[in-house]
């Protein structure tokens, strides 16, 4: 003999969607805060950025203030080096260095005047504005093919900041 049963279930189920849609109203709650924050935080981040090239477009500005050299060599010529594998800092003394190589040879330094001179600038020239001068010393390792040399003179016009650096690459830099 078998014995069939049936039932019937009648749930109210209204209050457990209530409690899913205030979890859902939750969920949607949060994740209008996190993009908010998201919003703020990008917002940050950009005015921080902003700030940063505000600084460094004015550090750059004193840099050409001090070496009397155009900024728009100052510019080009560190970001040539941060190509290169330097950084700003090399690029930025080096061009002091110059400054202080070119008045030694200005006053007369026969090592600086030689230096100046195998990279094609007479002492004739070196009265010129230390922009120009500046450009024909980074244009004139172009001219220059033993490594050993280049370095030499790197060194005594440039400094050692930019001995990791190749400055035959910077014939058209500008």
Same mark, same amino acid.
């Given at each position: 003999m078998s014995v069939t049963s049936t039932a019937t279930l009648n749930v109210n189920a209204t209050q457990a969607i209530q409690s899913l849609q205030k979890v859902q109203k939750q969920v949607d709650t949060l994740g209008s805060t996190f993009t908010k924050l998201r919003n703020i935080v990008g917002g940050l981040a950009l005015g921080s950025f902003v700030t940063n090239m505000l600084q460094a477009a004015d550090a750059m500005d004193d840099v050409a203030e001090s070496t009397g050299?155009?900024?728009t060599s100052v510019l080009s010529?560190?970001?040539?080096v941060r190509q290169n594998g330097?950084? %700003?800092?090399?690029?930025?003394? /080096?061009?002091? &260095?110059?400054v202080l190589s070119l008045q030694e040879a200005r006053d007369g330094s026969i090592e600086a005047?030689?230096?100046?001179?195998?990279?094609?600038?007479?002492?004739q020239e070196l009265g010129q504005d230390q922009t120009i001068l500046f450009n024909k010393a980074i244009?004139?390792?172009g001219n220059i %093919?033993?490594?050993t040399e280049q /370095?030499?003179? &790197?060194?005594?016009?440039f400094g050692k900041s930019l001995r990791s650096t190749n400055l035959t690459g910077y014939r058209d830099w500008e």
């Open positions: 050299l155009a900024l010529f560190s970001e040539a330097g950084d %700003t800092n090399d690029a930025v003394s /080096a061009m002091q &260095k110059f005047q030689q230096a100046f001179n195998a990279l094609g600038i007479s002492t244009q004139g390792f %093919t033993k490594a /370095a030499k003179i &790197k060194q005594e016009l």
